[in-house]
């Protein structure tokens, strides 16, 4: 166990729709990043918070945003969503702001019907 | 430039056999090259990490050789056992980590 935790483990949604989902990171990491995994683009990384800043941006679609609250945890929000978007979203914490070991939590499964 | 190109796709290897993954990238100003596990159902987890500073790592059966000038790393797993079977991502970071495509290792016994 990463001791990040994300919920909903699955999501079943149609196009056009709108969906969050959370992450708790591990206790006293003040970083939290997002990367989508899908069968064709790999691991692609979306975007990292630092103690409630956004810190570095990825392959982030504007239908896609995100945020990071004063108790750490994050919540990733995608809008207007396309069959496109499904795929396993997670999580990753760490304690530093830059580079160090990335603890992922186990996933959203997203699909878009 | 901000790619880590990973090889092969998928890689099948007798039980005591070598498996060997290999990484490539652009950016000189990467600094810190991860190599991550991940098993099905799971998220990645930090094998071995290594930077640019050495030129190899071993930890128990896993070894990173790392090639500056070449820009290329790559991992070895010593007597490949049948639990070792999930997809290994290399990484690269200069800060946000990027990640290689993934190999999906099956070790038969």
């Known amino acids: 166990d990463s001791g990040v935790t994300q919920t909903p483990k699955h999501l079943i949604t149609a196009t056009g729709q709108r969906v969050t989902l959370r992450c708790s990171p591990r206790?006293?990491?003040?970083?939290v990043y997002w990367y989508q995994q899908s069968l064709d683009q790999g691991l692609q990384f979306l975007i990292q918070?630092?103690?409630?800043?956004?810190?570095a941006k990825g392959n982030i679609l504007e239908r896609f945003s995100a945020q990071q609250f004063p108790d750490l945890h994050s919540e990733l929000n995608l809008s207007s969503l396309e069959l496109g978007d499904s795929a396993l979203y997670f999580c990753a914490s760490s304690v530093v702001g830059l580079g160090g070991e990335l603890f992922f939590g186990s996933g959203t499964q997203l699909s878009v019907l | 430039q901000q790619q880590v190109k990973q090889s092969p796709q998928s890689l099948i290897v007798q039980k005591g056999g070598i498996s060997i993954i290999n990484c490539a990238y652009e950016n000189t100003a990467f600094d810190y090259f991860p190599w991550y596990q991940q098993f099905p159902g799971k998220g990645p987890a930090l094998l071995i990490a290594i930077r640019p500073d050495v030129s190899e790592k071993k930890e128990g059966r896993f070894t990173i050789s790392f090639n500056k000038s070449a820009k290329q790393f790559s991992l070895h797993i010593m007597d490949s056992q049948p639990g070792d079977s999930a997809t290994y991502f290399c990484?690269?970071?200069?800060?946000?980590?990027?990640f290689g495509q993934g190999t999906e290792l099956s070790v038969k016994p």
């Open positions: 990484a690269a970071s200069g800060g946000k980590l990027i």
């Open positions: 206790s006293g990491d003040l970083s």
């Open positions: 918070y630092y103690n409630g800043e956004e810190r």
